[in-house]
């Protein structure tokens, strides 16, 4: 059957095929089998790897249209719908939209062409220079002028200073170290009270500690107790492990 | 200053005036670029030379445009294109090229995707959503391939139509097609329908009464 050579044509698109079909083919609207055209499609969407939805409703669309001119033809005369666009409305939809691809399909083929006969023109690459001083093109799209724009840059960069960080203080602490603390704290005297030791340090240094306190109570070497939430934290050394519990942080 | 003015248009023999020397550095810029330079940035590299002006360097240009035309007799050629300027080959050693380079391999497209980089540059800033519209099928696949190979970029969002990304034409696709900018490519009209195809279509589509 002479379709099946235009099936394969399907992977082009529903444009491509139905323009295909229409015009290219010499068929009749009457001699397409429509139901060839969405079995051939429906096979060509089974054998991808994903179901692409939006191809897939464009495509329900347009075979619907192409169905509802072919109605027509067959019965002139047949009882408009009542809702929807007329058959009329339907075909004009698709021709529009068959010209309108049409034309892309045209500009295409000029560009196809335009591209070989240029192919022969060759920009030598710089393989030698150094390093490029020129800004790429596409950043200076919409910049009327590149050496304005370099010397407007020139300009800001010898205004730039190094940004004052005095304020900002090295502030050193890590949960090993608050372990250490902890643990010297803990020897002088038990239960000790969190508020009392770190109440008054910094938000980081708190926090830090409560991780070093959650390490020693899974180790077994503290006992912790806070009778609110956010109220003081009592702790307490488990001495009755001995010294041994001292793994030396 | 001076010394280097002189030293160069020496070489280019009695007769020869100082202007020249514009000329010589438009030259050299112009091949060890490698891609088209605008106006300004030429400018900017000659500005070591003292104060030049902007007719001077483009009536220069020009010269070296007469000088080395397009598919004239030298084997390579000075245009105008992309919004600069550059120096490259001459299409007609395209069969010799071809010994040093795969020149076919510069432009490799799918029907697909020229249909796509047409869509692009008549009408950008483009949705993806009008692409798939015109082209009756989803273009993600075709549009990937021409952001890889650098025809076309994202431009901007859409300000309605939930912020879509739109799409746009690099410069390198201005230098590949050999165009000076956007109002090079042939007209949209020109590849109107022509109303003999359009007639064969409405025939078959049933608007036209069938001979049968």
Known sequence: MRLIDVELDVYQGPFDLLFTLVLKDEVDILEIP????????????????????????EFLVLISSLLQVKVRRLLPGSIPLEDGPSADEARDVLVERILAYQQCRRAAAHLAAQAAAEAGRLLRPPDRAGRVVLAPDESLQGIESTATLVDNLLVVWARSRRPDTTHLAGLRVEVKRQIGLLRRLLRGRTPLSFNEEFGNSEPLVQAVTVLALLNLISKGEVKVRQRRPFGDITIEAVAARGEGTDDGG | MTADKNAPSEAFGEGQVAGDITKHDLEALLFAAGRPVEIESLMGCLRGRGEVQADVVLQNLRELEREFPIDGPRGFEVVEVAGGWCMRTNRNAEPVLSGLF??????????????????????????????????????????????????????????????????????????????????????????????????ELLRRLGTLSAPD
């Open chain 1, 34 to 57: 429509v139901f060839d055209v969405i079995l051939a499609y429906v096979e060509h969407v089974a054998a991808g790897d994903d179901a692409d939805w939006e191809s897939l409703s």
């Open chain 2, 102 to 199: 795969d020149t076919a391999e510069t432009l490799r497209l799918s029907p697909a995707a020229y249909e796509t980089l047409a869509v692009i540059a008549y009408l950008q800033p483009v949705s993806r959503r009008k692409i798939t519209e015109i082209r009756g099928v989803n273009s993600d696949s075709p549009l990937r391939t021409l952001v890889e190979r650098d025809l076309i970029v994202e431009v901007g969002r859409a300000e309605q139509t939930g912020q879509a990304v739109l799409y746009g034409t690099t410069s390198r696709f201005l230098i590949l097609f050999g165009l000076r900018t956007l109002a090079d490519l042939p007209p949209l009209e020109s590849f109107e329908v022509p109303a003999e195809e359009r007639a």
